[in-house]
T-cell receptor
Framework: GDSVTQMEGPVTLSEEAFLTINCTYT??????LFWYVQYPGEGLQLLLK?????DKGSNKGFEATYRKETTSFHLEKGSVQVSDSAVYFC???????????FGQGTELSVKP | EAGVTQFPSHSVIEKGQTVTLRCDPI?????LYWYRRVMGKEIKFLLH????????ESGMPNNRFLAERTGGTYSTLKVQPAELEDSGVYFC??????????????FGPGTRLTVT
């Protein structure tokens, strides 16, 4: 069945460091891919998405490119801030409006 | 516009007891989803309502779980009787009618269920 695998956390970085959180997926066809973020005490928020191969999703300085050939959707940010500390979830859906399939989440802690 | 709300935020019950979780979706959203995250693992899909009908309930773990969405508005998820492995965070999400072309799922803050 469909699945999503993320790098394990927690990830601890210093402010202004470069961030990469790896995400790979297994799915037939062309799923849509997402990154969700959960800040402490809050619900999940959509961070960015990509709906077809080679699309790049971007938001708040974060970017991820849909790579069909490597079945990956790695999250990157050039310079993290303390306020980026959160849990990040990679997810896919096979069709619009369908269920989301999530990875296990990666906790990011950014120190001043 | 109010977001997705869930009640309670935290529930602690003993094994064998019953708990009912409630979700109020964003007004006008036809689609309502329930998900669960157990012990820091991945968030897993439980079921999907379109209005008051169950579109997909393939993720419901067993018949101790009962979900309803009366009148196509709020939804409840009842666990009866609760077992230790039911502990986790239960998330609700909603999205608009698919015909609008907007499919983003908006999530609530979750209900943390602890079964002792």
């Amino acid at each position: 069945g469909d699945s999503v695998t993320q790098m394990e956390g927690p990830v601890t970085l210093s402010e202004e460091a470069f961030l990469t959180i790896n995400c790979t997926y297994t799915a037939t066809g062309y799923p849509s891919l997402f990154w969700y973020v959960q800040y402490p005490g809050e619900g999940l928020q959509l961070l960015l998405k990509a709906t077809k191969a080679d699309d790049k999703g971007s938001n708040k300085g974060f970017e991820a490119t849909y790579r069909k050939e490597t079945t990956s959707f790695h999250l990157e940010k050039g310079s993290v801030q303390v306020s980026d500390s959160a849990v990040y979830f990679c997810a896919l859906t096979r069709w619009q409006g369908g269920k989301l399939i999530f990875g296990q989440g990666t906790e990011l802690s950014v120190k001043p | 516009e109010a977001g997705v709300t869930q009640f309670p935020s935290h529930s602690v019950i003993e094994k064998g007891q019953t708990v009912t979780l409630r979700c109020d979706p964003i007004s006008g959203h036809d689609n309502l989803y329930w998900y669960r995250r157990v012990m820091g693992k991945e968030i897993k899909f439980l079921l999907h309502f379109v209005k008051e009908s169950k579109q997909d309930e393939s993720g419901m773990p067993n018949n101790r779980f009962l979900a309803e969405r009366t009148g196509g508005t709020y939804s409840t998820l009842k666990v009866q009787p609760a077992e230790l492995e039911d502990s986790g965070v239960y998330f609700c999400a909603s999205s608009q009618d698919l015909s609008t072309g907007v499919h983003e799922q908006y999530f609530g803050p979750g209900t943390r269920l602890t079964v002792t």
